[in-house]
């Protein structure tokens, strides 16, 4: 079975630049997450979607934004990019309401 | 809010030694427990739960204990090994409430020398 895939894994862009960053979650699985990692703050949570709708979202600007498609695919967006931006950020999908979570190898955004 | 506080090491040990790494919570519900683990260049794993007060999770050696009293769920393996280098992070997740959102410590780096 496969896992969950994130593209691109590395990316390099600049300040004030945007950015799409995709997620394939696990098949059947509906419920899709994105979690940032820095080292500074660690993993925080950006948001969740079930079923194409935004169940939860964290405490991130509105630059930060997502979408879920009808085959559970997954893409987040983040506009105007600082460099605080920078950070490997996590997909991560699941079957059911169990918090158990799988999670995607991440992809790395470096912004310049 | 809920929050989790753990050790933030990082820990280094010799092989086959014992291993703890503590973990608190903070949280208003009744939430279900994670530990998860994160290997070099990967993303994270889960390495074991427990959802309600006095459940023990185990996988691969570690265990942990669902305190309510004492509001932890401290990680242990009495003997570690080279491979069990990595980043450990504590969770905690109010599923209750309808949603997958985790809440994670900031990750505690674990070295195993030969």
């Known amino acids: 079975k496969a896992g969950v895939t994130q593209t691109p894994r590395y990316l390099i862009k600049t300040r004030g630049q945007q950015v799409t960053l995709s997620c394939s979650p696990i098949?059947?699985?509906?419920?899709v997450s994105w979690y940032q990692q820095t080292p500074g703050q660690g993993l925080q949570f950006l948001f969740e979607y079930f079923s194409e709708t935004q169940r939860n979202k964290g405490n991130f600007p509105g630059r930060f934004s997502g979408r879920q498609f009808s085959n559970s695919r997954s893409e987040m967006n983040v506009s105007t990019l600082e460099l605080g931006d920078s950070a490997l950020y996590l997909c991560?999908?699941?079957?059911?309401?169990?918090?158990?979570?799988?999670f995607g190898e991440g992809s790395r955004l470096t912004v310049l | 809010g809920d929050s989790v506080t753990q050790m933030e090491g990082p820990v280094t040990l010799s092989e086959e030694a014992f291993l703890t790494i503590n973990c608190t919570y903070t949280a208003t519900g009744y939430p279900s427990l994670f530990w998860y683990v994160q290997y070099p260049g990967e993303g994270l794993q889960l390495l074991l739960k427990?959802?309600?007060?006095?459940d023990k999770g185990s996988n691969k050696g570690f265990e942990a204990t669902y305190r309510k009293e004492t509001t932890s769920f401290h990680l242990e393996k009495g003997s570690v090994q080279v491979s069990d280098s990595a980043v450990y992070f504590c969770?905690?997740?109010?599923?209750?409430?309808?949603?997958?959102?985790?809440?994670f410590g900031k990750g505690t780096k674990l070295t195993v020398n030969p």
């Open positions: 098949s059947g699985h509906r419920s």
């Open positions: 969770a905690l997740s109010d599923v209750g409430g309808g949603s997958e959102k985790l809440v």
């Open positions: 427990a959802t309600k007060a006095d």
């Open positions: 991560a999908s699941s079957l059911s309401a169990t918090g158990e979570l799988f």
